[in-house]
């Protein structure tokens, strides 16, 4: 997609940001949660969901922008915005 080096460096801070904001904070969460289904499996299933949701975004970007009527501006935020919800999920 041609990214500037700001957008790229941006883009490789999802993970360490994405694992340092959003790990104690859901871990936190889950060791509250009392379902009959465990404590983790809600989080995984989420989180799972959550991860497939970026990978799609990233995958095709350029698809998606021409769906939503945008140009190449519009496939890299979906690109980085992707990446982001991707890295989330994961973490």
């Known amino acids: 997609l041609g990214l500037s080096n700001f ?3 941006f ?3 999802a993970g ?3 694992g340092l ?3 104690p904070i859901v871990g936190a969460l889950s060791d509250r949660t009392r379902l ?3 404590r983790r ?3 995984v299933v989420v989180g799972a969901a959550v991860g497939a949701l970026g990978m799609v975004g990233f995958a095709s970007p350029l698809r998606l922008a021409d769906w939503l009527g945008g140009g190449r501006s519009v496939a ?3 690109a980085i915005a992707a990446l ?3 890295n989330i999920g994961l973490n």
């Open 7 to 9: 957008l790229t460096s």
């Open 11 to 13: 883009a490789w801070l």
């Open 16 to 18: 360490p940001l994405s």
């Open 21 to 23: 904001i959003f790990q």
């Open 36 to 38: 009959a289904i465990g």
């Open 41 to 43: 499996r809600p989080y």
């Open 76 to 78: 890299v935020g979906i």
């Open 84 to 86: 982001w919800v991707m």
